[in-house]
């Protein structure tokens, strides 16, 4: 079921059976979660000291929104201005202009993004699901933080702070500094974004305990001193702030798509015609998001048309096999090749079969035999949200934010799921071809009831792809985190990340690998 990882595009990572391929793609065995140091207090009974010190949880969950305005100072004196937007339950802009600086960091549902002097750049990778799950802890005030998916734990006590590590299982990790006397937030750092945010000077607004002065810190070497100046609660923000800017020109998203999806079946096609390295690597992370258990398998694969690829195991945890394992490996991989060798006229027309049902099912539902019904159902479920043009893997691309439609009437499970995503696409806009995309889910995702499988709220994928030399573009990169519930039997949270690496080009038929057929009358070893 690994296999079907090897062809990731864009329309395939909406479909319902991603599902069950991700259900059934990693296994996961129980171990013992380390004890809380018993010297430290519990997570849960710092925040509640916290919540009730800022004026109470009524009150602190009573606030949708809020806006802060302060002034910028150095050596004294007034050198700027700043604002800060924050709305629930996961969205933040700040801004701070100076007479040298104009800079914004943004977060909102689908993305988080930066712009200094109006270059704009969107955060990828850990330092993007860091700065969201800033936006969340901070817009949520911490309240009713134990029913969210945020991980936490008390690491240490340091002077007269304890610590706590924040973290999601996706990597994202944040250290929140609460004072053992008041109880209130002095740090948050962000090693991953190398920002530091420290709070001093608390005072009560409109019932609200509020730090009047935050010195700033953004990639170790850029600092500003704020001064509140005033607050303004529920004055209903409206989501579009937080978006990105789009592109000054406008852009055909939907065409754009309708491109991509042409391409696929092509595409997918000429990978084929490479075989290359899988490194898999699977994570068990604890409740306390720590690192439980870690697997890392390498192997060689050998594409086929028509059928799934072939797999040959390497190494385990950076240990290559024994011997006896390695030849054991290379028997079953060629017994294997000479099966798709001998069956290959038989996929052939199984492919073919199954396109010309796929044609027929387009007809009848009046497409173009050229339409992907996938690409059409994603245009129909999302909205596309601030597209425009940034750099990702030195190439020009147009990135978009995607998030359900409103008062959009899913027909069909797949509709369903995908409605439930929101996310960001970066598109080679030459090539037509997904660069990287990132998606989650908005909502939990049940088949049949939640009986079959249940996907808690924050199952993600991301994945990128590369450009070959020869123009062929081919996947680089997956990883995939989830909390699943599989039938009776339960389930778990599950980390797998899968890159491809060393491809080489053949023709993409079995001969290519020079497999020798066994000879007439070998014994078999036991």
């Given at each position: 079921m690994r296999n079907q990882f090897c062809c990731l595009r864009l329309k395939r990572a909406f479909r319902d059976g991603l599902i069950l391929a991700l259900v059934f793609l990693v296994g996961a065995e129980l171990t013992r979660a380390q004890k809380p140091n018993p010297r430290l207090p519990s997570v849960n009974k710092i925040i509640d000291q916290n919540l009730k010190a800022l004026g109470g949880k009524k009150r602190l969950a009573s606030i949708a929104d809020a806006e802060y305005q302060w002034t910028v100072e150095a050596n004294g004196e007034k050198v700027g201005t700043a604002r800060l937007l924050r709305k629930y339950p996961a969205s933040e802009r700040w801004e701070i202009t100076t007479a040298q600086d104009q800079i914004i960091l943004a977060t909102n549902s689908?993305?988080?993004?930066?712009?200094?002097?109006?270059?704009?750049?969107?955060?990828?990778?850990?330092?993007?699901?860091?700065?969201?799950?800033?936006?969340?802890?901070?817009?949520?005030?911490?309240?009713?933080l134990k029913k969210s998916s945020v991980l936490g734990r008390v690491i240490a006590m340091s002077g007269p702070s304890y610590i706590v590590e924040f973290s999601t299982r996706g990597g994202a990790r944040l250290r929140y500094h609460f004072a053992t006397d008041s109880a209130l937030?002095?740090?948050?750092?962000?090693?991953?974004?190398?920002?530091?945010?420290?709070?001093?000077?608390?005072?009560?607004?409109?019932?609200?305990?509020?730090?009047?002065?935050?010195?700033?810190?953004?990639?170790?070497?850029?600092?500003?001193?704020?001064?509140?100046?005033?607050?303004?609660?529920?004055?209903?923000?409206?989501?579009?702030v937080f978006d990105p800017p789009a592109a000054a020109e406008a852009l055909d998203i939907a065409a754009l798509l309708r491109e991509v999806g042409k391409n696929q079946d092509e595409v997918e096609k000429h990978v084929s015609e490479y075989s290359y390295r899988q490194k898999e690597t699977d994570r068990e992370i604890s409740d306390k998001g720590e690192l439980k258990k870690e697997i890392v398998k390498l192997y060689e694969v050998f594409p086929l048309p028509n059928r799934e690829a072939v797999q040959k195991l390497i190494s385990e945890n950076g240990v290559p096999l024994s011997a006896e394992r390695a030849a054991k490996e290379d028997k079953r991989v060629q017994q294997e090749l000479i099966e798709a060798e001998r069956d290959k006229e038989k996929d052939a027309q199984s492919v073919a079969r199954r396109r010309a049902e796929r044609e027929k099912k387009n007809r009848s539902a009046g497409r173009q035999e050229d339409d992907d019904p996938e690409i059409s159902q994603f245009l129909k479920a999302c909205e596309f949200v601030s597209p425009r043009r940034e750099r990702l893997a030195n190439r020009d691309t147009i990135v978009f934010d995607f998030r359900p439609r409103s008062g959009f009437k899913p027909s069909s499970r797949v509709e369903s799921?995908?409605?439930?995503?929101?996310?960001?696409?970066?598109?080679?806009?030459?090539?037509?071809?997904?660069?990287?995309?990132?998606?989650?889910?908005?909502?939990?995702?049940?088949?049949?009831?939640?009986?079959?499988?249940?996907?808690?709220?924050?199952?993600?994928?991301?994945?990128?792809?590369?450009?070959?030399?020869?123009?062929?573009?081919?996947?680089?990169?997956?990883?995939i985190n989830l909390s699943v519930k599989v039938l009776l039997f339960g389930g778990g949270d599950y980390n797998k990340t899968i890159e491809w690496s060393d491809y080489k080009h053949f023709s993409g038929d079995v001969k290519d690998y020079k497999i020798e057929a066994p000879k007439v009358g070998e014994e078999k070893k036991p």
């Open positions: 689908s993305s988080a993004w930066q712009s200094k002097n109006n270059q704009l750049r969107t955060l990828t990778g850990l330092e993007s699901t860091a700065a969201k799950l800033r936006a969340a802890l901070d817009s949520s005030r911490l309240v009713n937030i002095t740090k948050v750092s962000d090693e991953i974004g190398r920002s530091v945010f420290v709070f001093d000077d608390y005072r009560a607004e409109q019932g609200v305990l509020e730090p009047h002065r935050v010195q700033v810190r953004l990639d170790q070497s850029i600092e500003y001193s704020l001064i509140l100046q005033r607050v303004t609660y529920n004055s209903t923000l409206a989501q579009s799921l995908i409605s439930k995503l929101i996310g960001v696409v970066w598109i080679d806009p030459v090539d037509k071809q997904v660069v990287r995309l990132e998606a989650r889910l908005a909502e939990g995702f049940k088949m049949a009831g939640g009986l079959l499988v249940s996907l808690k709220p924050g199952a993600a994928m991301v994945m990128e792809q590369t450009r070959m030399t020869d123009g062929v573009w081919l996947p680089r990169f997956a990883q």
